[in-house]
């Protein structure tokens, strides 16, 4: 009975051991000296209830950083994620250009958009835009920049909060981006799309 208990007890030691080690693996702690305008602002953003600390503001700028492609980015001016130079830019400045496309030819034009948006999404993301499997991916990402929340329900499309606000300018993105064709059933946000092809992808397969 003895050896029992002292086997049992090696044990509790091998498993608390593991437990440790795999502790320091995965948090270590991390001294970071700010400046003092550095602090104050930090500071700020936590007294205004903007932030709920310094931990979790630091992991949401790592996400951010991450999921943007900072590391490429020529700071200030010219900004990349991958092949693609990207820029903010104001709904008001789109909503202008939008207003002075034709509108017989917004399908076509969102078709190209779409294109090209697969084209840098493949190249520098790895994702397969035209997999179904893959589509979460891609309305993360687009969701990512700005374009809107992106839901997908059975055949139908929805998006919420769309950054373009016309239907046939948006239907045809994502037709280029996902390699489908879209019946739209509403004409102000939040719009639905319903699927009318299977992604080409899945006709070849």
């Known amino acids: 009975m003895l050896k029992d208990i002292t086997v049992m007890q090696e044990d509790k030691e091998k498993k608390l051991e593991e437990m440790m080690k795999k502790s320091d693996q995965s948090a270590r702690r991390t001294t970071i000296i700010l400046e003092k305008e550095e602090r104050e602002y930090v500071d700020s953003l936590i007294k205004e209830g903007k932030e709920p600390g310094i931990k979790p503001l630091i992991s949401k700028m790592l996400d951010v950083y991450r999921s943007m492609g900072i590391y490429d980015w020529r700071f200030p001016g010219e900004y990349y994620c991958g092949i693609s ?75 919420k909060t769309p950054f373009i606000n016309e239907p046939e300018i948006l239907a045809g993105l994502l037709e280029g981006l996902l390699c489908i064709e879209l019946d739209a059933k509403t004409s102000v946000s939040p719009f639905v799309f319903e699927i009318k092809e299977t992604p080409k992808a899945a006709v070849n397969e």
């Open 85 to 159: 130079r990207v820029a903010f830019i104001n709904v008001e400045l789109i909503n202008i250009l939008i207003q002075h496309a034709p509108k017989e030819q917004g399908r076509e034009i969102g078709v190209q958009m779409g294109q090209a948006l697969k084209v840098s999404m493949e190249a520098t993301l790895g994702i397969q835009t035209s997999s179904r499997e893959k589509w979460q991916e891609v309305f993360k990402r687009l969701r990512v920049q700005g374009f809107g929340d992106f839901y997908l329900k059975d055949k139908y499309i929805l998006i």
